[in-house]
């Protein structure tokens, strides 16, 4: 079976500084450096980020100067910070506090949220902090920081309420026994669960804090030549992590994470980068140069090939997507990229999902191709939205809806961010990704509405509305990577329409699928990462506003945009 989901958000860039990390591929060039160190002397910062529980000032400032004063200014509520002169080492020359909030609070905030919810409000304080004061270079002690994450390595806890505790840590219950653990399997689960608690606080740090010190400010020409009255953005931070803390990781083992933490990261920020920037230099065509320098990043696991221009987009039948963009002076394109991990091997793949391709078979939509074999269940697509401005066509958008359109292409640049992880980290399996790029101008070339137009995959589409022109480009890269590629499961990514803010806020990505463990899934994944998304339904009778007099369907109708997309899924493979 085919398995979609649609992930749809409007405004991707989002207004605070919780995302971006600079890369070679994003328009900022700043980099944060993170080190794993033992112990605080081993950093060179003279600067300490001292993370404190409310009720714990007491105990947490002793060894520091000046403490009754500290005590008088400073209090441990969430995302709070004080800074003071000295610190507990003789190096240090300034210590930031920040305050956690109380224990109740982390429980709360993880009953509806991640676990680290807590710990990022303060660790993005410290960042902001920091830069507040020009600071380049902290250090940040790992040990309180835990502090702040519920139950963090109780195996008693874990048990009961925390997390899923590693796979490993099952093992030590044998079949048949009354689930009872020995002291020394109790030993090894809670060395196990402590490094496990370790690992993911040092994951969601490191995030946290490469996209706390983003600043997107290339064009703040005056701010840059006068340095004095604006922020340093912060460019190492050292993660103390004691030896007590986890004993059984090597330090080379937790460098390893906050490596890979950071790499992700940087998927996220190059989509960041290129929503901020402007739709007079992020057309299309910038668009393609930036998969290219991607491609050519990884030229042993990567290749590259681009539709491009009115006229091929028609010849492949790729109508709908170059009327959207036929009065633009930047040609539309269909950008494709290809990843195959060196040494690539599907049976290992297919072996290593089967349980979940089990579970999931039952829950698929009547759009999926129910007994249908002939497409690879490997091999995974990734389709973005690439409008770079989005005027609304000759349905023109109004003065304050049209001002921040260049985000149009948030899709197309989530794609390319995520597969520049993907690359970095060498993830073994498959993908392909499609950004359907085009500018929705006016011109005397415009598409206009009731305009029917022929789809790759044979349907005729009557445009109910000219800004209604990313269903349409998706329509078409929907049905192309079907018929070239048969992947068994497509991903799409678009800011697709207002109505789903009106619903969920400016806090959540909507989510519709047609399979409930990729949906389940990908609404983990996003929490683990402080992405939240939340599902929506698609119900059969939605299908039914699609109904047209005049051509197979309507672009518009009174229903998500899922199900317009849905008679998309159909092709025979």
């Known amino acids: 079976m085919l398995r979609f989901t649609l992930s749809q958000r409007i405004g991707c860039a989002r207004p605070h500084r919780l995302h971006a990390l600079p890369s ?114 902290v250090a940040m002690c790992m040990a309180t920081l835990s502090k702040g994450v519920p139950f963090f390595g109780d195996v008693e806890a ?66 840059k030549k006068d340095q004095k009255d604006s922020e340093t953005l912060l460019e190492q931070l050292d993660l103390v992590v004691p030896e007590d803390l986890a004993p059984g990781l090597a330090l080379s083992r937790l460098q390893a994470v906050a490596d890979d933490a950071a790499i992700r990261a940087e998927g996220t920020l190059i989509a960041r980068n290129l929503g901020n920037e402007r739709a007079d230099v992020a057309n299309p065509a910038f668009m393609e140069e930036r998969a290219r320098e991607l491609c050519e990043k990884h030229p042993e696991s990567m290749t590259m090939h681009v539709i491009s221009g009115v006229e091929a987009l028609n010849a492949e039948g790729l109508s709908m997507l170059a009327a959207v963009g036929q009065a633009a002076t930047v040609a539309p394109r269909l950008i494709v990229l290809e990843y195959t991990p060196e040494g690539y091997d599907p049976a290992a793949v297919v072996s290593s999902s089967s349980s979940s391709s089990s579970s999931s078979s039952s829950s698929s939509s009547a759009s999926s191709s129910e007994g249908d074999s002939d497409h690879d269940d490997t ?98 890269a929907i049905s192309y990577a079907q018929q ?30 047609n399979d409930s463990t990729l949906r389940h899934d990908l609404v983990c994944a996003g929490t683990d990462v402080n992405e939240r998304c939340w599902p929506l339904p698609v119900f059969k009778e939605h299908s039914k506003e699609l109904e047209c007099a005049h051509a197979d369907l309507s672009s518009t109708g009174k229903v998500p945009t899922l199900p317009y997309l849905l008679p998309y899924l159909t092709l025979p493979y």
């Open 24 to 137: 070679r591929l994003a328009v900022n060039t700043r980099e944060l450096k993170v080190r794993v160190v033992r112990a605080s002397e081993e950093s060179e910062s003279e600067n300490f980020v001292l993370p404190v529980m409310k009720g714990e000032e007491g105990s947490a400032v002793r060894a520091l100067p000046q403490q009754e004063m500290i005590l008088n200014d400073f209090r441990a509520d969430l995302g709070r910070s004080h800074v003071t002169y000295g610190g507990a080492g003789k190096h240090i020359k300034r210590t930031i506090l920040v305050g956690m909030g109380s224990k109740s609070e982390a429980i709360q905030f993880r009953d509806g949220e991640d676990a680290h919810d807590a710990v990022r409000v303060a660790i993005n304080a410290a960042v902001e902090r920091s830069q507040s004061i020009r600071l380049s270079h």
């Open 158 to 223: 874990g048990e009961a309420e925390a997390e899923p505790l590693t796979a490993g840590a099952t093992e030590h219950v044998e079949e048949g026994s009354d689930g009872m653990l020995e002291a020394g399997e109790r030993e090894e689960l809670r060395r196990e669960l402590m490094e496990h608690d370790v690992e993911t606080l040092l994951r969601s740090t490191v995030l946290t804090a490469s996209l706390s010190a983003y600043k997107f400010d290339k064009y703040k020409v005056s701010e």
């Open 379 to 476: 091999l995974v697509a990734l389709i973005g939205k690439g409008i770079t401005f989005d005027s609304g066509g000759l349905n023109l958008k109004p003065t304050g809806f049209m001002e921040d359109m260049h985000m149009d292409m948030c899709g197309a640049g989530a794609v390319l961010g995520a597969l520049h992880s993907i690359a970095a980290l060498k993830i073994p399996r498959r993908v392909v990704a499609l950004l359907p790029c085009a500018e929705n101008a006016i011109d005397a070339a415009s598409y206009k509405p009731h305009s029917i137009l022929a789809s790759h995959s044979g349907k005729t589409v009557e445009v109910g509305n000219t800004d209604a022109e990313g269903r349409l480009a998706l329509a078409d």
């Open 484 to 513: 070239k590629y048969r992947p068994g499961t497509i991903i799409d990514v678009a800011t697709l329409t207002g109505a789903c803010v009106v619903a969920l806020g400016e806090y959540a990505a909507g989510v519709f699928s």
